[in-house]
């Protein structure tokens, strides 16, 4: 092979390698990265939140039993009596959210129609009447929540409004209309249906803190009530009373979190 022949390779070779050059790097080159597509989010509901102010009605009904009784006489027991009745009126109140526990005040006030009589044991010509007329209570809320779920208990004072009568056919009495203070305590269970609108089941159990209540009934004119020849202007009568409640309602929520719509 002449000198010639050889300069004629070497130099194909290299004007080869030039143009090859290139195309081998761009071959070894990194394959472009793949689209990367993250799944859609979905969005998360925000946990109910009790915190805020509401209002709002309720109706059920009551059980009253009373024990009629004499404080002056020494006769003992008057008899005793149970009523049973529908209740309906309104309630208010705050709560607080802190984590799952639920702090908040609330005040109600219900109307009645229970009522019942007893002939009297030691007088049987007397008969003891009595109607309630309302119920009010303010109370403290402590509960547990699980979301949209509130369990809770409450207690505090209460007033109790009673109308009060003896009926015989020998003495006159005016009706007594008292109001007594009480305590209660009460559970229930409350929803969120929306984030405005709630509802609850509840239970209260309403007692005397001294038990006894005293009844002083005024007769018109003299009544002949210890012996026949014996006349008295008043007549003392010892009451206890307990009541028990079962009540359902719906309360509207306002507070800073509450989303008002369907």
């Known amino acids: 092979m002449g000198a010639d022949m050889r300069r004629f390779l070497l130099s194909a070779a290299v004007l080869t ?3 090859s050059g290139p195309a081998l790097a761009t071959d070894l080159a990194a394959p472009p990265a793949r689209p990367v597509y993250a799944p859609a989010r979905v969005p998360v509901a925000p946990f109910y939140t009790w915190t805020g102010c ?12 009373r024990d009629w009784s004499d404080p002056v006489f020494g006769r003992g027991d008057f008899g005793n ?7 309906g009126g309104v309630q208010a109140g705050c709560n607080y959210q802190v984590g799952h526990w639920v702090l908040g005040a609330q005040g109600d006030w219900d109307w009645t129609s229970a009522s019942n009589s007893n002939a009297n044991s030691v007088f049987p010509l007397f008969t003891n009447q009595s109607q309630v007329r309302s119920l ?15 369990l809770y208990v409450k207690g505090g ?3 109790l409004r009673t109308d009060f009568t003896l009926q015989t056919a020998n003495a006159v009495f005016p009706t007594v209309s008292d109001t007594r203070e009480m305590w209660t305590i009460g559970v229930g269970v409350e929803y969120a249906f929306l984030d405005w609108l709630t509802g609850f089941v509840e239970y209260d159990y309403y007692g005397r803190r001294n038990d006894n209540t005293t009844i002083s009934f005024a007769c018109d004119r003299a009544c002949p009530i210890v012996t026949p020849n ?10 206890r009373t307990n009541i028990n409640v079962v009540k359902a309602g719906v309360n509207l929520k306002f507070g800073p979190n509450t989303r008002w719509g369907w």
Request: glycine share 18%; no cysteine; proline share 2%.
């Open 17 to 19: 390698a030039s143009f």
């Open 54 to 65: 509401y209002v709002g009605g309720n109706g059920g009904g009551l059980w009253v039993h």
């Open 157 to 159: 004072g209460a007033w």
């Open 230 to 239: 014996a006349t008295i202007n008043t007549f003392p009568v010892d009451v």
């Open 81 to 87: 009596q149970t009523a049973s009745g529908g209740l």
């Open 136 to 150: 009010a209570s303010l109370t403290l809320r402590t509960g547990y929540a699980w979301d949209r779920y509130l």
